[in-house]
């Protein structure tokens, strides 16, 4: 089977790729990781390779020496950017590797978009990749349904309270709330592309769709889920672009990772890409379609994983 190297595949979306290629058997995958630890390879099943991001000649030898045909980036855009420049420059440089995923995982963001904080990295890599002579495909997939149904659904993603607080009862929708978006659950992305591997010919955007609704659709499925109403506030567009938000229960553990003013930033951003309209995708084919066999997670039946008594 072709071997796939997998950077970042110890956690988050990473991690769900590299269960989904274990589960579907399309590949033989390793992981790429700053730094080796015997008990995680263990853990995760697959050979762990640690890396230097910084050595673009050692990271095309490493691609070389162990016969990789396919790179697929879990790399965050916060940390990655320059890190996925360099893994792209040693895809093109290894003699084996043909094939490249870079770290989308939401959606594509062309120059158009380049004002907001987290297209940064994503254009870097895609402009990059755009120079070599690796096929690639941008897998985009809308927000992760994790969220809304942490702590009790399986997931490799740290949590995150944004828009919906489905614990405390409560909501903080941008805008009008009536924008569509795609929403997709990480164990179901893993799937499908351990199946895209199996096409012969990759187009530039692959889409997985779990389910795709409002931020006013998705608060009925809550209330209705929990069996109570959310006290709810709408977010003015003003508001987001001053990079805040209403403050939710949920936000508050994260203040003890980084500091308030960024957390509020952060999610004003996400918040202001749902609002644009930028992930109410309106693709000519998904995997979803190509794999019927692979049943994507819809938002209510995440919502009644993680909250159905």
């Known amino acids: 089977m072709p071997v796939v190297a997998i950077a970042g595949g110890t956690r988050s979306i990473g991690r769900a790729v590299l269960e989904g290629i274990q589960e579907r058997g399309t590949a033989t995958p390793i992981v790429i990781s700053r730094k080796y630890n015997k ?8 050979r762990l390779i640690a890396a230097d991001y910084d050595d673009v000649a050692g990271l095309a030898k490493l691609l070389e020496v162990n016969n990789v045909e396919t790179v697929i980036s879990g790399l965050d855009g916060f940390s990655g950017g320059s890190s996925e420049i360099n893994l792209i420059r040693a895809a093109e440089l290894s003699s084996v590797t043909t094939r490249f ?15 907001f904080p987290l297209a940064m990295a994503k254009i870097a890599s895609e402009k990059e990749l755009e120079k070599t002579s690796l096929e690639w495909t941008a897998v985009c997939v809308g927000y992760f349904l994790d969220y809304f149904g942490l702590p009790k659904v399986k997931s490799h993603v740290a949590p995150l309270t ?11 929708i941008p805008g009008s709330g009536n924008v569509p978006g795609a929403f997709t659950y990480t164990q179901d992305i893993g799937r499908f ?3 895209l591997l199996t096409l012969h010919k990759w187009e530039k955007e692959s889409y997985v769709i779990g389910d795709k609704l ?8 809550a209330e209705e889920v929990r069996g109570t109403k959310f006290d709810v506030t709408y977010d003015s567009i003003e508001l987001i ?22 957390v509020q ?4 951003s996400l918040e202001q890409v749902f609002d644009k309209g930028y992930l109410d995708f309106k693709p000519k084919q998904t995997l979803n379609e190509l794999f019927p066999d692979i049943h994507a997670v819809s938002a209510k039946e995440m919502l009644e994983m993680g909250w159905k008594d």
Request: glycine letters at 10%; a neutral charge; one cysteine or more.
């Open 39 to 46: 008990e995680l390879e263990q853990e995760l099943g697959t």
């Open 101 to 115: 995923i870079p770290s989308v995982w939401g959606c594509r963001f062309g120059p158009e978009k380049s004002s």
């Open 162 to 172: 944004m828009v919906l607080d489905i614990g405390a009862a409560k909501a903080a």
């Open 193 to 195: 592309v351990g199946a």
């Open 214 to 221: 409002t931020w006013n659709d998705f608060l009925k499925l």
């Open 241 to 262: 672009k001053s990079g805040k938000v209403t403050e939710l229960p949920g936000h508050l553990p994260a203040y003890r990772l980084f500091p308030k003013e960024q």
């Open 265 to 268: 930033a952060i999610l004003a």
